[in-house]
């Protein structure tokens, strides 16, 4: 059974940074390339980063690129997103997802991914 868990979201201030992690298990995690999406209320799911199953190439959305960093470490099953300089419209709940087909039409496809976590809640306020 494939279990992936979200941590790290909380409320913060605009400027200030978090941490989010995902750790997985049930699944071969250097076999998948690692992705957060994070969705607001009243918003499509949006892609914000992701990184390839080495770590070798990572991708960022406009609205994050330098700002967010993701990364993973294949020994401990988890990926992360170091987030900083936050924004408020950077509040939403976000997502881990995990793609080992590469059927998607790029890494910020959602319809590509096979497993999702249940999300942690980011709050930005000024």
């Known amino acids: 059974q494939v279990q992936m868990v979200e941590s790290g979201g909380g409320l913060v201030q605009a400027g200030q940074s978090l941490r989010l992690s995902c750790t997985v298990s049930?699944?071969?995690?250097?076999?998948?390339?690692m992705s957060w999406f994070r969705q607001a209320p009243g918003k499509e799911r949006e892609g914000v980063s992701a990184?390839?199953?080495?770590?070798?190439?990572?991708y960022y959305s406009d609205s994050v690129k330098g700002r967010f960093t993701i990364s993973r470490d294949n020994n401990k099953k988890a990926v992360y997103l170091e987030m900083t300089n936050l924004k408020i419209e950077d509040t939403a709940m976000y997502y881990c997802?995990?793609?080992?087909?590469?059927?998607?039409?790029?890494?910020?496809?959602?319809?590509?991914?096979?497993?999702w976590g249940q999300g942690t809640q980011v709050t930005v306020s000024s």
């Open positions: 997802a995990a793609d080992r087909d590469h059927r998607g039409d790029g890494p910020f496809d959602a319809s590509g991914y096979q497993f």
């Open positions: 049930g699944l071969q995690f250097d076999n998948y390339a």
């Open positions: 990184i390839t199953w080495n770590g070798g190439k990572a």
